[in-house]
């Protein structure tokens, strides 16, 4: 399975980037291609001074853009987006297929002091359910977010459906490069599976305090090996994945039977 992870800042209403990318992904086989987050719309914090009439118009044309580019090259498009209903403001993850669009609404949003999304935003709050699963050519897919990543409950979820890779946009900051580096070798370990990051790139500069928003897309493999990952730059990462590998590793370390005893 050919998989891409698109590394760029901010887009807002500009599109040729992602035009000119996803030309190239599909000319070396790409089946799925993953941006980060607050890619397609402005940073959290800029949102908090936009209209919802602003947000929606920013959005509504960036799926106009990702709905033409999935249909005319034959690619599946996971693509944060912040959707407005009603006034209301949801942050999602949707998913553009060549012949359907669909949803994931975050379940665990951010709630710092700092960096409050869960207050900003109208997510409901309840108990976990399955994340977003897709397959494409019989390679099966998990999408979550990136603070999702903290939470075991998302992953039993995924571990139930028992997925080969699981795809997180996200948008790292601050010092904290290998922490991340960590938590996703981790988890692609422990669940034997491939995990996916693609993170934002660009900064945002609040009074006297900048956001570097530091790239670094990374792939770790089913023993949690890291295999590849970007740097700062606007870049396209291509990789090449396969479910014969997460069977292996499955068969190796044998978690699940261990659980499976004791259940």
Known sequence: ?????????????????????????????????????????????????????????????QIKVLKELSTTYKL???????????????????????????????QIL?????????????????????????????????????????????????QERKVDCILVPSISTFDSYERWKAVIATRAFTNNCYVLRANRIGEYQEKEFSWKFYGDSILADPNGEVITHLGNKEELMIVDMSHSDVVSARRLWGFKEALNKRI
């Open 76 to 106: 599946t498009i996971i693509a944060p987006l912040v959707m407005v209903k009603k006034k209301e403001v949801y942050k999602t993850i949707a998913k553009f297929a060549p012949s359907s669009t669909s949803y994931y609404q975050q």
């Open 1 to 61: 399975m050919r998989v891409a992870v698109l590394q760029l800042n901010s887009q807002g209403m500009s599109s040729t980037k992602l035009y000119n990318h996803i030309r190239i992904a599909h000319k070396k086989g790409v089946k799925v291609l993953v941006l980060g987050e607050y890619v397609l719309n402005s940073f959290f914090k800029e949102l908090q001074n936009m209209s919802s009439s602003m947000i929606k118009e920013q959005s509504l044309h």
């Open 110 to 158: 951010i709630n710092y002091s700092h960096w409050n999304e869960e207050k900003f935003f109208d997510n409901e709050i309840k108990k976990i359910q399955t994340p977003m699963v897709f397959k494409v050519d019989g390679f099966k897919f998990g999408v979550i977010s990136g603070f999702e990543l903290h939470f075991d409950p998302i992953f039993e979820k995924l």
